[in-house]
């Protein structure tokens, strides 16, 4: 399968000097149509670092970021939200719904910044919410939701349009466990059904949903195929 996303000998370096701190260092990783890679490691480890620079969303101060062999550092920030708006979808840790809109308006905002018309962006945002559980929810405010309805309203926003590379930061951090199942198949459905996706993630259960895990240590990135036990291992730390 061809790769959707590309990380070559990336670094990403915040502050300058002796008060530098080395995000990530030299982290490759290839993600291709089809596949879910969970991505592990201890806070700090540059977790959310790589899914922020693997979305468009922070630039590396080395190497290279390309999505569908487009590279990102050669686009301006125009060009980086349309992408982003096309072609990325993000669940963020923390949601980032916007409260004065309903929960469909949530997910038809990509689509209307990107030129879609508010009818047709309405009718693929419900359908969206449809495909996540929530039909008949759309009018709704995020106030309105429970915190897994919510979480899928997120999800919904993520997913709806041709989106080709899906990133989940923690997505089911603050969920019970019989909504974050329901949200890593839905997660797990869109992949399947060719997107290619990142899961940063902490469990190591969560992590059983995904093809490949790698494990990011002090920015540094380490590719496992093991099976889980494997990646309990290096969570131990005995795997450094």
Same mark, same amino acid.
């Given at each position: 399968?061809?790769?959707?996303?590309?990380?070559?000998?990336?670094?990403?370096? #915040?502050?300058?000097?002796?008060?530098?701190?080395?995000?990530?260092?030299?982290?490759? *990783?290839?993600?291709?149509?089809?596949?879910?890679?969970?991505?592990?490691?201890?806070?700090?480890?540059?977790?959310?670092?790589?899914?922020?620079?693997?979305?468009?969303?922070?630039?590396?101060?080395?190497?290279?970021?390309?999505?569908?062999?487009?590279?990102?550092?050669?686009?301006?920030?125009?060009?980086?939200?349309?992408?982003?708006?096309?072609?990325?979808?993000?669940?963020?840790?923390?949601?980032?719904?916007?409260?004065?809109?309903?929960?469909?308006?949530?997910?038809?905002?990509?689509?209307?910044?990107?030129?879609?018309?508010?009818?047709?962006?309405?009718?693929?945002?419900?359908?969206?919410?449809?495909?996540?559980?929530?039909?008949?929810?759309?009018?709704?405010?995020?106030?309105?939701?429970?915190?897994?309805?919510?979480?899928?309203?997120?999800?919904?926003?993520?997913?709806?349009?041709?989106?080709?590379?899906? *990133?989940?930061?923690?997505?089911?951090?603050?969920?019970?466990?019989?909504?974050?199942?329901?949200?890593?198949?839905?997660?797990?459905?869109?992949?399947?059904?060719?997107?290619?996706?990142?899961?940063?993630? #902490?469990?190591?259960? #969560?992590?059983?949903?995904?093809?490949?895990?790698?494990?990011?240590?002090?920015?540094?990135?380490?590719?496992?195929?093991?099976? *889980?036990?494997?990646?309990?291992?290096?969570?131990?730390?005995?795997?450094?």
């Amino acid at each position: 399968m061809s790769a959707v996303l590309e990380l070559r000998d990336v670094h990403r370096t #915040h502050g300058s000097g002796a008060t530098a701190v080395h995000a990530l260092r030299g982290v490759g *990783l290839s993600v291709s149509a089809g596949e879910l890679v969970a991505v592990m490691g201890p806070s700090g480890s540059g977790k959310s670092t790589l899914l922020a620079l693997a979305g468009g969303l922070d630039r590396p101060t080395g190497g290279d970021v390309l999505v569908e062999g487009e590279a990102l550092g050669g686009l301006g920030p125009r060009e980086l939200a349309r992408l982003r708006r096309r072609r990325i979808g993000y669940v963020f840790q923390d949601l980032n719904l916007i409260g004065s809109l309903t929960a469909a308006e949530n997910v038809a905002l990509p689509l209307e910044l990107d030129g879609t018309g508010v009818r047709a962006a309405r009718r693929l945002a419900l359908a969206a919410l449809a495909e996540v559980g929530l039909d008949g929810l759309g009018d709704r405010f995020p106030d309105q939701l429970s915190g897994g309805q919510q979480q899928r309203v997120a999800i919904a926003r993520a997913l709806v349009g041709e989106r080709r590379l899906v *990133l989940a930061d923690e997505p089911t951090g603050a969920l019970d466990s019989e909504s974050g199942e329901a949200v890593l198949h839905l997660l797990r459905r869109r992949v399947d059904a060719g997107a290619a996706g990142v899961l940063v993630t #902490h469990e190591a259960r #969560h992590a059983g949903w995904a093809d490949r895990v790698v494990f990011l240590r002090d920015g540094v990135l380490v590719d496992s195929t093991a099976p *889980l036990v494997g990646v309990e291992h290096l969570l131990s730390g005995s795997g450094r």
